[in-house]
């Protein structure tokens, strides 16, 4: 029974796996396969419908639709992975050597992330943004900052969770320290919660960077992240909603898949 | 020579601070001024009841756990007020095997890589010679050679605590502190652990020290064992010695004879009743 449902959510999440990488690679090899510049305008083109030439037509100034989305991939989900693969490095390496060290550093490194933590992330990035004002490194270093703060309280008690194990001082006793020790006990078993979380949590950074072009906090006008496209797309919604919806439906597909992929990883882990 | 002294340890678990209208928890001690020495070469058993602190005096003599009070000297040297450099040189000499032998083992490494881990940190071996020394100490303890690419889950519980021994024996220390290190194992294991650990003794002048509930495992091992209750030493009983305190007459008198007609002639040889 327990075999049977195990192999189901293998199954699940290949195929959830399968249809991200597919995207990814969309994204990845866009600038070729797009069949048009994404940012050519062309006014006399605008609004047409789904052809061969335009497989979803044109926006308001007469751009691909189908080109922005592919390119869309790359300002939305990978913005997203970036963000995430950043923050998590260096929550690590944060968490672990105020976990490892504890003492005054520890204990201000509480007391500081507390503090931050009081606000909800998204206040806390809406308010860096507001400083630096709008573009998409902002967008970067605003985002990477609140999830790092969030990540490396988080990870500090992981750790802190393990130092009490007896394989951890089993490895001292055998003389193993530091940085070997971390890459050697903390990290292969810590790896599954982190993983889950992580991807988990590129779903909620794709809505973020999403939200913060929405309004108008995020990247500028032309790059065709997909909050953008649905920012542009609004005005033009009761005679052409085709402008929100395809942007609007990619985030939410790629937010499901990853939600799905990561709930299957935490079930894999039980 | 003296290779281990410990003079006057004192523990008490509770030490977080309390907010400062809630008085400190007054908690007993967990030890209260133990105070002894061991020699090279020599085996000391330490026996007492379920939760008087052995574990915990096993604890703080390898340095893993800070006494509230007092200090432990290996070779001369405090434990507790020495350089990282130097607590490394230490830590070869002081081994141990844990009592709970599946927690001290990393789920996700193999019996090789658990075996070789004190190499890695302390020579500079190939893979070929580490490969020869993991087998060389799975040979010692008994243990087939195919077993070092199994995970600690696959290994039953005696398996999984002689492949601690073998980690503990790796580096070829000065002293091990062995806590229950035979107590889950069957008798002819334990004979065998037993015999292997006095030949060691001999041929590498180890010194043990020896925490179990086993009397007569402990009274086998052991030069000089000594009697804890509630976090104290109340007794220390000579290779031959016999027993006053009434906490190890308590510890005696739980040991059952294998035919009750033998008990009250062990009483005569070991009591002075
Ligand atoms: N980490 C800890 N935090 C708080 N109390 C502890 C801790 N470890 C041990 N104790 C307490 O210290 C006392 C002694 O524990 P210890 O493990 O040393 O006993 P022991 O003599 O080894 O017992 P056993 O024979 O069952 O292994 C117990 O009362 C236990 O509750
Ligand atoms: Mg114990």
């Given at each position: 029974?327990?075999?049977?449902?195990?192999?189901?959510?293998?199954?699940?999440?290949?195929?959830?796996?399968t249809?991200l990488?597919?995207?990814?690679?969309?994204?990845?090899?866009?600038?070729?396969?797009?069949?048009?510049?994404?940012?050519?305008?062309?006014?006399?083109?605008k609004?047409?419908?789904?052809?061969?030439?335009?497989?979803?037509?044109?926006?308001?100034?007469?751009?691909?639709?189908?080109?922005?989305?592919?390119?869309?991939?790359r300002?939305?989900?990978?913005?997203?992975?970036?963000?995430?693969?950043?923050?998590?490095?260096?929550?690590?390496?944060?968490?672990?050597?105020?976990?490892?060290?504890?003492?005054?550093?520890?204990?201000?490194?509480?007391?500081?992330?507390?503090?931050?933590?009081?606000?909800?992330?998204?206040?806390?990035?809406?308010?860096?943004?507001?400083?630096?004002?709008?573009s998409?490194?902002?967008?970067?270093?605003?985002?990477?900052?609140?999830?790092?703060?969030?990540?490396?309280r988080?990870?500090?008690?992981?750790?802190?969770?393990?130092?009490?194990?007896?394989?951890?001082?089993?490895?001292?006793?055998?003389?193993?320290?530091?940085i070997?020790?971390?890459?050697?006990?903390?990290?292969?078993?810590?790896?599954?919660?982190?993983?889950?979380?992580?991807?988990?949590?590129?779903?909620?950074?794709?809505?973020?960077?999403?939200?913060?072009?929405?309004?108008?906090?995020?990247?500028h006008?032309?790059?065709?992240?997909?909050g953008?496209?649905?920012?542009?797309?609004?005005?033009?919604?009761?005679?052409?909603?085709?402008?929100?919806?395809?942007?609007?439906?990619?985030?939410?597909?790629?937010?499901?898949?990853?939600?799905?992929?990561?709930?299957?990883?935490?079930?894999l882990?039980? | 020579?003296?290779?281990?002294?410990?003079?006057?340890?004192?523990m008490?678990?509770?030490?977080?601070?309390?907010?400062?209208?809630?008085?400190?928890?007054?908690?007993?001690?967990?030890?209260?001024?133990?105070t002894?020495?061991?020699?090279?070469?020599?085996?000391?058993?330490?026996?007492?009841?379920?939760?008087?602190?052995?574990?915990t005096?096993?604890?703080?003599i390898?340095?893993?756990?800070?006494?509230?009070?007092?200090?432990?000297?290996?070779?001369?040297?405090?434990?507790?007020?020495?350089?990282?450099?130097?607590?490394?040189?230490?830590?070869?000499?002081?081994?141990?095997?844990?009592?709970?032998?599946?927690?001290?083992?990393?789920?996700?490494?193999?019996i090789?890589?658990?075996?070789?881990?004190?190499?890695?940190?302390?020579?500079?071996?190939?893979?070929?010679e580490?490969?020869?020394?993991?087998?060389?100490?799975?040979?010692?303890?008994?243990?087939?050679?195919?077993?070092?690419?199994?995970?600690?889950?696959?290994?039953?519980?005696?398996?999984?605590?002689?492949?601690?021994?073998a980690?503990?024996?790796?580096?070829?220390?000065?002293?091990?502190?062995?806590?229950?290190a035979?107590?889950?194992?069957?008798?002819?294991?334990?004979?065998?652990?037993?015999?292997?650990?006095?030949?060691?003794?001999?041929?590498?002048?180890?010194?043990?020290?020896?925490?179990?509930?086993?009397?007569?495992?402990?009274?086998?091992m052991?030069d000089?064992?000594?009697v804890?209750?509630?976090?104290?030493?109340?007794?220390?009983?000579?290779?031959?010695?016999?027993?006053?305190?009434?906490?190890?007459?308590e510890?005696?008198?739980?040991?059952?004879?294998?035919?009750?007609?033998?008990?009250?002639?062990?009483?005569?040889?070991?009591?002075?009743?």
């Amino acid at each position: 029974m327990s075999l049977v449902r195990k192999e189901n959510v293998y199954v699940k999440r290949l195929f959830s796996l399968t249809l991200l990488l597919i995207i990814g690679l969309l994204g990845l090899f866009a600038p070729i396969i797009m069949p048009h510049d994404p940012l050519a305008i062309d006014i006399s083109k605008k609004f047409l419908g789904p052809s061969l030439d335009y497989p979803l037509g044109t926006d308001h100034l007469g751009r691909c639709v189908w080109s922005r989305m592919l390119l869309g991939i790359r300002y939305s989900l990978g913005s997203a992975l970036i963000i995430q693969i950043v923050a998590i490095l260096l929550a690590v390496l944060l968490g672990a050597f105020v976990a490892l060290k504890r003492g005054l550093i520890d204990f201000l490194f509480i007391r500081i992330c507390d503090i931050l933590l009081a606000f909800p992330t998204l206040v806390l990035a809406f308010g860096l943004l507001g400083l630096l004002g709008p573009s998409l490194k902002n967008v970067f270093i605003a985002l990477i900052f609140t999830q790092l703060v969030y990540y490396s309280r988080w990870i500090r008690g992981l750790f802190i969770g393990m130092n009490e194990k007896g394989f951890i001082q089993a490895a001292r006793i055998s003389g193993t320290s530091g940085i070997k020790l971390i890459m050697r006990h903390y990290i292969p078993n810590l790896l599954p919660p982190i993983v889950t979380i992580v991807v988990l949590d590129i779903g909620k950074v794709i809505l973020e960077i999403a939200g913060f072009s929405f309004i108008g906090l995020g990247v500028h006008a032309p790059i065709p992240e997909w909050g953008m496209m649905v920012n542009e797309g609004k005005q033009y919604i009761r005679q052409h909603p085709e402008l929100m919806l395809y942007p609007g439906l990619a985030i939410v597909l790629v937010v499901l898949l990853l939600n799905h992929l990561a709930s299957s990883f935490k079930k894999l882990g039980q | 020579m003296t290779l281990l002294e410990v003079r006057n340890i004192e523990m008490h678990y509770d030490q977080r601070p309390r907010p400062f209208m809630f008085k400190r928890g007054q908690e007993a001690p967990v030890l209260q001024k133990v105070t002894f020495s061991l020699q090279e070469g020599e085996c000391l058993g330490i026996v007492g009841q379920s939760g008087s602190g052995k574990s915990t005096l096993g604890r703080i003599i390898l340095g893993i756990e800070r006494p509230t009070k007092g200090e432990v000297l290996f070779q001369g040297v405090n434990l507790y007020e020495t350089t990282s450099k130097h607590k490394k040189i230490i830590r070869r000499d002081l081994q141990t095997v844990f009592q709970n032998s599946y927690h001290s083992f990393n789920p996700k490494q193999t019996i090789f890589e658990i075996i070789e881990e004190p190499f890695l940190n302390f020579e500079h071996f190939s893979k070929t010679e580490r490969q020869h020394k993991v087998r060389e100490l799975l040979d010692c303890v008994e243990l087939g050679r195919t077993i070092d690419q199994k995970y600690p889950s696959q290994l039953s519980g005696g398996q999984q605590q002689r492949v601690n021994i073998a980690r503990a024996l790796a580096l070829n220390p000065k002293l091990i502190v062995l806590d229950e290190a035979i107590s889950s194992l069957d008798m002819i294991l334990q004979k065998h652990i037993i015999q292997l650990l006095q030949s060691l003794q001999k041929d590498r002048h180890l010194a043990y020290i020896f925490i179990s509930h086993d009397l007569q495992a402990t009274r086998f091992m052991s030069d000089r064992i000594l009697v804890m209750q509630n976090g104290q030493l109340v007794e220390e009983i000579a290779k031959d010695g016999a027993y006053k305190h009434p906490a190890s007459l308590e510890l005696y008198n739980a040991i059952l004879p294998s035919h009750p007609r033998e008990r009250t002639m062990k009483h005569k040889r070991f009591c002075n009743v």
